[in-house]
C-alpha cells in the first residue's frame, strides 16, 4: 500500500497551483473581455435595415384587423372576396371559377408572386371589370416595425424595411403594367400600430378581414366550405389563390359557387365603401 504524506500532496500540486496562479491575469482579462462585449448590443450583418432594440418587441402588441364592407341591408347580402397571391403558382380551380362565373375580387399580389406568374396576370389584366389587383408586400415579409417573427416569418423589423417591403411591391405592380395600389395587406395579416400609422402616412389604406376563408389555404376543403357558409352581409373574406395543390383551393371553388347560388353580391374593395378597425381605413 503507498502512503501519501500530507506534505507529499502539497508538493503533488504545487507545481499545478504555480501554473494557474501564472495564468490569473490573462483569464481577468479574458473575462473581463466577454462581459464587455456581452453588453453591447447586437449588431446587423452588413447591409442589414437598421433595427430598434429588441426590448422593444415585448412591448408592442400586434394586432390583426378586422375589415368590413357597407352592407346591403335589405335584399341579397354583400360579401367581398379577397385572395392573397404570395408566392409560387396560380390555383386554376379558383381563377377558372372567379372568371367562369364572372365574380369579381380583389387580388393582393406580391412582388415574387409576379415575377412567376405571366400567365395569370395576363388573365386578370384581361378582366379589369372583374379583378382589383392591390400591393401584398414585395417578398412577403410581415409588415412590422420591430424585430419579431410572425408564424415562424421573420418581419420587416423596422421602419425603413417596412417602407421598402411597401414601396417594393408597388413598384412591382407598376412596371408589370398594374395601376398604382390603393390597399395594402402585409404577409400574415398581422401589424404593429406603429406600422399601420406608417403604411396609412404613404397612402394606402390597410386590408384586414372579417372572414378567415382557408387559414393560410391549410384547411381541407370541407372545413373550407364551413367557413365560407359563415359569411354574413357586409363581411371580407380573406383566402389564397397560390397554392394550386393544396385541398383548401377546392373548397374554395365551391364555396364560391355555392354562395353565388344563394344569390350572394360580390363587390370589390375599391366598389364600396368599408370600414377598418385599427386605425387602417379612416
Same mark, same amino acid.
Given at each position: ?63 390583426e384587423p378586422h375589415l368590413h364592407v357597407n ?16 408566392? $409560387? ?18 387580388? %393582393? ?14 388573365? %386578370? ?58 390597399? %395594402?395587406? $402585409? ?13 396609412? $402616412? ?5 386590408? $384586414? ?69 385599427d386605425g387602417t381605413t379612416n
Open positions: 500500500m503507498i502512503i501519501i504524506r500530507p506534505l507529499d500532496f502539497v508538493c503533488l500540486i504545487h507545481p499545478v497551483a504555480a501554473s494557474m496562479k501564472r495564468l490569473l491575469p490573462t483569464l481577468m482579462v479574458l473575462l473581463a473581455a466577454r462581459a464587455v462585449l456581452a453588453a453591447q448590443p447586437e449588431q446587423p450583418p452588413a447591409g442589414w435595415p437598421q433595427l430598434p432594440a429588441k426590448a422593444l418587441a415585448s412591448n408592442t402588441k400586434l394586432v352592407r346591403a341591408g335589405k335584399g341579397a347580402p354583400r360579401i367581398a372576396l379577397t385572395f392573397d397571391a404570395c408566392m $409560387g403558382k396560380t390555383d386554376p380551380r379558383i381563377l377558372s371559377t372567379l372568371v367562369d362565373q364572372r365574380i369579381p375580387a380583389t387580388i %393582393f399580389v406580391t412582388a415574387r408572386w409576379l415575377r412567376t406568374n405571366p400567365d395569370a396576370l395576363a388573365v %386578370f389584366l384581361a378582366n379589369p371589370d372583374l379583378f382589383e389587383l392591390e400591393n401584398h408586400g414585395q417578398n412577403h415579409i410581415p409588415a412590422i416595425d420591430i424585430p419579431t417573427k410572425v408564424y415562424g416569418i421573420p418581419a420587416a423589423g423596422s421602419p425603413q424595411a417596412v417602407a421598402q417591403e411597401v414601396k417594393g411591391g408597388a413598384d412591382a405592380m407598376i412596371a408589370a403594367g398594374i395601376p398604382q395600389p390603393r390597399w %395594402f395587406r $402585409g404577409a400574415t395579416a398581422k401589424y404593429s400600430p406603429s406600422a399601420i400609422a406608417q403604411i396609412r $402616412g404613404m397612402g394606402y389604406r390597410v386590408a $384586414g378581414y372579417s372572414v378567415n376563408g382557408d387559414s393560410g389555404s391549410l384547411l381541407p376543403a370541407k372545413m373550407v366550405e364551413k367557413q365560407y357558409a359563415s359569411a354574413k352581409d357586409g363581411d371580407v373574406i380573406i383566402s389564397h389563390i397560390n397554392q394550386p395543390t393544396h385541398a383548401a383551393g377546392e373548397g374554395v371553388a365551391a364555396s364560391i359557387l355555392a354562395l353565388k347560388a344563394k344569390g350572394v353580391e360580390f363587390v370589390r374593395l375599391q366598389d364600396i365603401p368599408e370600414k377598418g378597425d
